[in-house]
């Protein structure tokens, strides 16, 4: 399959044009312009410098209250929202499904009433079922809705920080070569990234076995069916042959609680296909840039040494999320017309 559409970019490297209008929520980055990211990104380079002070903290979020709602289990997105919310001062308040009244039966819609009523300014939400942010940014009108994952659906803040992690590295995203490798089907990280790279003027390629990849994206080129997510993309199932002159290869996650139906013919045949490992790199190009969002099966869908060799920027894609985090939270609560 080919890239059947071309998305212009202007250089990277500033804002281009006029600052984008103000936004409420963060559903996903489908409805993001190109301007919109690369303000988004220019202002978590502001927020990396933070982190490297040796006082972590400024008082941008004084007064301000940040409440983490996460349903699923995380590490990553929940600390790294905690930490952004807290370098900026906002008081952050973290709940679970675990211990709330969802364990009385309580909804998510009434749970996320009650969160608006205390006054809270943003609410920051991970959930099992997708849809659930969107649902929540319906009904609420006084707050704003970050969506930290939901369902099989989306995963708008780990896309964006991994755009800035290429940006960061090869100071510019349009005309590179993004493979991402794995199980596509289950992944929302996968969904969310396409519409990044793609809109900033990225190439991106998907493999992995055909099995794991969303139905609309293996329709032929000329079926007038296909989405516009579907021509956002590539699909080649031959890794060897994807990998080829990639500047950025992505691993996922192998989703190993989710292949009980039967979409692999066995992990042994998976790892020999599409791991991404040392042979498979020599066919990328030079100093090509490894990741992976996180948690990893190492030796599965990523070897050993290279989730930890030269090439990788795994440790540098967790940094970088706590940046862009801090510069969500700023922008959909301040706004971007004050410094930090």
């Known amino acids: 399959m080919s890239l059947s559409r071309t998305i212009e970019t202007p250089e990277i490297g500033g804002v281009q044009g006029p600052e984008p209008a103000p936004r409420k929520h963060v559903l996903d980055l489908d409805d993001f312009s190109q301007e919109e990211i690369s303000a988004i990104l220019e202002s978590a380079r502001s927020m990396k410098e933070v982190l490297r002070r040796d006082i972590k903290k400024v008082p941008a979020l004084r007064g301000k209250v940040v409440v983490t709602l996460f349903y699923e289990a995380s590490t990553r997105t929940r600390v790294s929202f905690e930490e952004a919310g807290k370098v900026l001062s906002a008081d952050v308040i973290n709940m679970s499904a675990s211990g709330s009244s969802t364990e009385k039966g309580e909804s998510l819609l009434n749970t996320g009433l009650t969160i608006q ?11 099992p079922h997708s849809g659930a942010p969107h649902l929540l940014a319906q009904h609420l009108d006084k707050v704003s809705i970050i969506n930290a994952g939901d369902g099989l659906h989306a995963h708008p803040t780990q896309a964006l920080l991994d755009l800035y992690t290429v940006q960061d590295k090869l100071g510019s995203l349009e005309g590179m070569k993004v ?4 199980d596509m089907l289950h992944s929302r990280v996968a969904h969310s990234d396409i519409w990044g790279f793609a809109k900033m003027g990225a190439k991106v390629v998907l493999s992995g076995p055909a099995t794991l990849m969303p139905t609309d994206l293996m329709r032929t080129s000329g079926d007038l069916a296909r989405s516009s997510f579907a021509s956002l993309v590539e699909v080649d199932t031959d890794l060897d042959q994807a990998i080829e002159g ?5 691993a996922l996650r192998l989703q190993q609680e989710r292949q009980h139906a039967g979409y692999l013919p066995s992990l042994r045949e998976y790892i020999r296909r599409w791991q991404v490992n040392e042979d498979r790199l020599e066919k990328a190009k ?7 969002p996180g948690p990893m099966n190492e030796g599965i869908e990523i070897s050993n040494s290279i989730a930890h060799g030269g090439n ?7 940094t970088n ?14 706004g971007s017309g004050q410094e930090v």
């Open 321 to 334: 999320g706590v940046a862009v985090r801090m510069a969500l939270l700023y922008r959909l609560t301040i």
């Open 312 to 318: 990788s920027v795994i440790e540098d894609q967790v």
């Open 286 to 292: 030079p100093g090509v840039m490894v990741m992976h």
């Open 179 to 182: 493979v991402i490798v794995g």
């Open 246 to 250: 990639a500047d950025v290869v992505m």
């Open 117 to 127: 009523a205390m006054g809270v300014d943003t609410i920051v939400i991970r959930h």
